[in-house]
Structures are given as structure tokens and as C-alpha cells.
């Protein structure tokens, strides 16, 4: 069975701070993971992927993906009200393909000035 | 502007009416792709066509017909819808719809259906 487990929020942070959004998988055999963001009434829009254990920084972006606990999470330091939006976790499971991408339902970040 | 414009925006039609949405690609990309997203729900994977061919199709009830005529154009045929039908649908597209790094699915912008 194929499940992404999102804290649907709403999660509030103060401009200036760190968000984390954590989301856990039920897969094994998930190999590529992604993170979306989605501004209200809007498309999602990929900000990063990530594919092997550890960390992976991209300006104010970090993804840390951990297989043995089925665990990714994206963390977003100094955070903007721009940064507003509900952030979507999806994977693909080893050997398939862009057709077979799960999606969790999402956690609403609201950072406030 | 994504590279992936949908039409109409909005929609709102009667269970026993025949629409269509429209989607089309400006990005050279030889995979598209249909999703449905409801409140509340996970996004859902509808139809992906590769090269114009429909590679995978997600147990979707057959009131909901794709179209692809050429690798930049994808249509969704609605007839006979229920009022839970009512969603966004997203159209997408990518380079193929092979894993590699650095490919990656596109969304449009959406077109928001009501169904009364």
C-alpha cells in the first residue's frame, strides 16, 4: 500500500525562524523523493528532490531523507512570509517511473512577520 | 507562466453536460499527464501518455476520456460527471516519464471544475 503521511498543519513560524516539515513513507521500496510547494489557488511547484541518505542543501532549502526510518523532511531557515504556502511530500518507488508518483496531502506553513 | 497553460481556468457544468478541458506544452516534452486534486485528499494520479500513447491509466471511471493528439496537446473529456467530481485538474508534463535526475514534472496552473 502506497502512503505519504504529511502533518496537514497548519504550521505557523515567526519570519526569521527555522520550518521543518517531516513526512513518512510506508514504501520500502521508495527510491526518489520530492518536495512541491503550493501558493494558494495555484500549480505545485517542484523545489527540490532528493535521492540517496543524508542532506542536501539548496539556499535556504535543506531535504534529509533517512530510508532505515522512512523519513524525509525539509527544513527552510529564515523563513519568509513569501514562504507561505502548503508543501506537498511525494516519492517514487525504486524501478518506476514519474507515472507512479505518490503524493501526502500536504502541510499549510504560514510564517507570519 | 509554467510552460503548461490549461483551459478553461474555471468550469462549472451540469451532470448531464459534455465538456472538455484543454492543456498544452510548450516545452518540448514527449510525456503528459492528468491529475485530479480534491480538498482533503492526496493528488491523484488520472491518465500519463508518453509519445502520444496512454501509459498508464489510474482506475478512472470511464466519464473521464483523454485525448492526446501529438505530444504538445492533452484534452480531458468530461460527460455525465457527479457532483464529486467537482476538483482541481492539474495537467503536467516532463522530458519523458523515466526517473533521471533532473527530470521532473511540470503542472499547469489547473482548471477548477464544478459539477452541480
Known amino acids: 500500500q502506497k502512503e505519504v503521511e504529511q502533518n496537514s498543519g497548519p504550521l505557523s513560524v515567526p519570519e526569521g525562524a527555522i520550518a521543518s516539515l517531516n513526512c513518512t513513507y510506508s514504501?520500502?521500496?521508495?527510491?526518489?523523493f520530492f518536495w512541491y510547494r503550493q501558493y494558494s489557488g495555484k500549480s505545485p511547484e517542484l523545489i527540490m528532490s532528493i535521492y540517496s541518505n543524508g542532506d542536501k542543501e539548496d539556499g535556504r532549502f535543506t531535504a534529509q531523507l533517512n530510508k532505515a526510518s522512512q523519513y524525509v523532511s525539509l527544513l527552510i531557515r529564515d523563513s519568509q512570509p513569501s514562504d507561505s504556502a502548503t508543501y506537498l511530500c511525494?516519492?517514487?518507488?525504486?524501478?518506476?517511473?514519474?507515472?507512479?508518483?505518490?503524493f501526502g496531502r500536504g502541510t499549510q506553513l504560514t510564517v507570519w512577520p | 507562466e509554467t510552460g503548461v497553460t490549461q483551459t478553461p481556468r474555471h468550469l462549472v457544468m451540469g451532470m448531464t453536460n459534455k465538456k472538455s478541458l484543454k492543456c498544452e506544452q510548450h516545452?518540448?516534452?514527449?510525456?503528459m499527464y492528468w491529475y485530479k486534486q480534491s480538498a482533503k485528499k492526496p493528488l491523484e494520479l488520472m491518465f500519463v501518455?508518453?509519445?502520444?500513447?496512454?501509459?498508464e491509466n489510474n482506475s478512472v471511471p470511464s466519464r473521464f476520456s483523454p485525448e492526446c493528439p501529438n505530444s504538445s496537446h492533452l484534452f480531458l473529456h468530461l460527460h455525465t460527471l457527479q457532483p464529486e467530481d467537482s476538483a482541481l485538474y492539474l495537467c503536467a508534463s516532463s522530458q519523458d516519464y523515466s526517473v533521471q535526475s533532473g527530470n521532473t514534472i511540470y503542472f499547469g496552473e489547473g482548471s477548477w471544475l464544478t459539477v452541480v
Open positions: 514504501d520500502r521500496g521508495s527510491q526518489s
Open positions: 501518455y508518453s509519445l502520444e500513447e496512454r501509459v
Open positions: 511525494a516519492y517514487i518507488t525504486r524501478g518506476s517511473t514519474l507515472g507512479r508518483l505518490y
Open positions: 516545452l518540448g516534452h514527449n510525456a
